[in-house]
């Protein structure tokens, strides 16, 4: 089993920044992508970085520029930079973790970031 706590969401003002973790822990697994959700009041959740196992990376069109994933791999950490955040980032924001072996995925208990004047 993996078990993974999220941290750093809150309330911030248009053009803040907020930074997302997501620590992960449990026994014997291997870590292939590591990455960042999010879904919004009556919107079907979105991909919005993920980070694999190599080190490469991809973002929603949404997120490129503004946002950073990057992972500590000693701490089993992911990290989610957001800058020029927009009322539209408002969501609750969730971490996933894939497994190497058997591609299971395990989901946060997900963070709050809202955008707002």
């Known amino acids: 089993q993996v078990q993974l706590v999220e941290s750093g969401g809150g309330l911030v003002q248009p053009g803040g920044s907020l930074r997302l973790s997501c620590a992960a822990s449990?026994?014997?697994?291997?870590?292939?992508?590591m990455g960042w959700y999010r879904q919004a009041p009556g919107k079907q959740r979105e991909l919005v970085a993920v980070i694999i196992r190599g080190g490469s990376t991809n973002y929603a069109d949404s997120a490129k520029g503004r946002f950073t994933i990057s992972r500590d791999n000693a701490k089993n950490t992911v990290y989610l930079q957001m800058n020029s955040l927009k009322p539209e980032d408002t969501a609750v924001y969730y971490c996933k973790l894939v497994t190497v072996v058997g591609g299971w995925g395990y989901w946060g208990q997900g963070t709050q970031v809202t955008v707002s004047s």
């Open positions: 449990g026994s014997a697994f291997s870590i292939y992508t």
